[in-house]
């Protein structure tokens, strides 16, 4: 089973050479720190930043530089800044490669939500909606399962949609799972994980075709 360091790592493997990349707020922070160094990735932020560095190491964080989860960021060489309009240009022209998302809910369509629990209060929905609009690579990094043990991965989600039939693949902390027209149909299995494990965690149709390997972290 993986832990959210793990999902991050096995997400930065879908990171190509000259790709530009939308990070989501939660486990999608973490891609950034283990992107291979031989390729050139540039992340954007919908707060306006295109060219986000990894995580600062305690004590040389800079309050003035966050992502749009008001985390604190680094920048590497050659970053821009621009304000939250062109940002958003960038995702509604289809500028951006990959986005990498949390969620709470995906569906077996690829349905996703991830922006609102009835009851509870939000300060907004944020750019997720304009990234699910746009995006054509969506690739999703969540827990199997919510803290009662009960799926995420659902035939139709209970939860307000942020966007339909959007999400493209999902990396959880049991498994690797593409999104198809039939359900969702399982790549890899996290390391000691087995196919039956992950059936029982998956609500939504669940796709197995052959053997099913191991993830490969290294």
């Not at 031989?38 to 530089?65: C, H, R």
């Not at 022209?93 to 949390?102: F, P």
């Not at 304009?130 to 990094?141: G, Q």
């Amino acid at each position: 089973m993986l832990d959210k360091e793990g999902i991050a790592k096995r997400i930065a493997k879908e990171v190509k050479d000259g790709f530009y990349v939308n990070l989501g707020i939660g486990i999608p922070t973490l891609v950034a720190n283990f992107v291979r160094d031989d390729i050139q990735v540039e992340f954007q932020s919908e707060n306006g930043i295109l060219g986000m560095g990894p995580f600062p190491f305690e004590g040389e964080e800079d309050a003035d530089l966050i992502n749009a989860g008001k985390q604190t960021i680094t920048a590497l060489p050659g970053a821009s800044f621009f304000d939250s309009a062109m940002s958003f240009g960038m995702i509604r022209g289809k500028h951006v490669d990959l986005t990498i998302l949390g969620a709470m809910e995906v569906a077996e369509n690829g349905d996703i939500a991830n922006w609102k629990i009835p009851g509870k209060m939000v300060k907004g929905m944020g750019g997720a909606m304009d990234l699910v609009a746009s995006a054509e690579n969506i690739i999703v990094a969540m827990m199997h399962t919510n803290r009662a043990g009960e799926s995420k991965l659902l035939k139709r989600c209970s939860l307000p949609l942020t966007g339909v039939g959007c999400v493209t693949k999902i990396v959880t902390n049991l498994a690797v799972l593409e999104v198809t027209d039939k359900g969702f149909k399982l790549l890899e299995r996290a390391p000691g994980i087995s196919v039956q494990e992950i059936r029982d965690a998956t609500e939504g149709t669940l796709i197995v075709e052959g053997d099913i390997p191991e993830m490969q972290l290294n």
